[in-house]
T-cell receptor
């Protein structure tokens, strides 16, 4: 079974600084997709960024970028110029090609200090 | 607002009672998902619909749980004879074709 591991339960960053959130996953499949979701306190889950496994280029969305290391099965999220609104739980998630089931990690709580 | 909506947002019930939650997906999305999230954990997949057909169910979905999507639009999730272990946030998500699932705000269930 596929698993997603987020080994750091909490991190903090100063406003305007850069922070990297780590995620590893385990799969024997070659066709899959990876996602980072953000869940602010008492608010709904928001899709931050996605990465297709077949793409070598790392995905970027404004201040959010990923470092996708397929051989190492690593998928880290870098947040540049951190803002107070970035404070949230961040979940790494995996979906196998042909499946509809998202598999989530346990999440990581990010605190942004002013 | 055209996002995923869920009702009610909060539900408190006594053990043994039945509860029903509703999810309205984004209007053009043909795929609808239910997840359960307990404190300190990521969401866990429960079930998935494509249009009105329920195509996958998790082993987490015991016989006390039933989900429907009768006209391929909104969906309901019913829990019969609730137990304290059913206390969780129940999340609904929808998508169209591209694996990107958009989540609703969730229904928080507390079983006393």
């Amino acid at each position: 079974a596929q698993t997603v591991t987020q080994s750091q339960p909490e991190m903090s960053v100063q406003e305007a600084e850069t922070v990297t959130l780590s995620c590893t996953y385990d799969t024997s499949e070659s066709d899959y997709y990876l996602f980072w979701y953000k869940q602010p306190p008492s608010r709904q889950m928001i899709l931050v960024i996605r990465q297709e496994a077949y793409k070598q280029q790392n995905a970027t969305e404004n201040r959010f970028s990923v470092n996708f290391q397929k051989a190492a099965k690593s998928f880290s999220l870098k947040i540049s110029d951190s803002q107070l609104g970035d404070a949230a739980m961040y979940f790494c998630a995996y979906i196998q090609g042909g499946s509809e089931k998202l598999v989530f990690g346990k999440g990581m709580k990010l605190t942004v200090n002013p | 607002d055209t996002g995923v909506s869920q009702n009610p947002r909060h539900k408190i019930t006594k053990r043994g009672q039945n509860v029903t939650f509703r999810c309205d997906p984004i209007s053009e999305h043909n795929r609808l998902y239910w997840y359960r999230q307990t404190l300190g954990q990521g969401p866990e997949f429960l079930t998935y619909f494509q249009n009105e057909a329920q195509l996958e169910k998790s082993r987490l979905l015991s016989d006390r749980f039933s989900a429907e999507r009768p006209k391929g639009s909104f969906s309901t999730l019913e829990i019969q004879r609730t137990e304290q272990g059913d206390s969780a946030m129940y999340l609904c998500a929808s998508s169209f074709l591209d694996h990107e699932q958009y989540f609703g705000p969730g229904t928080r269930l507390t079983v006393t």
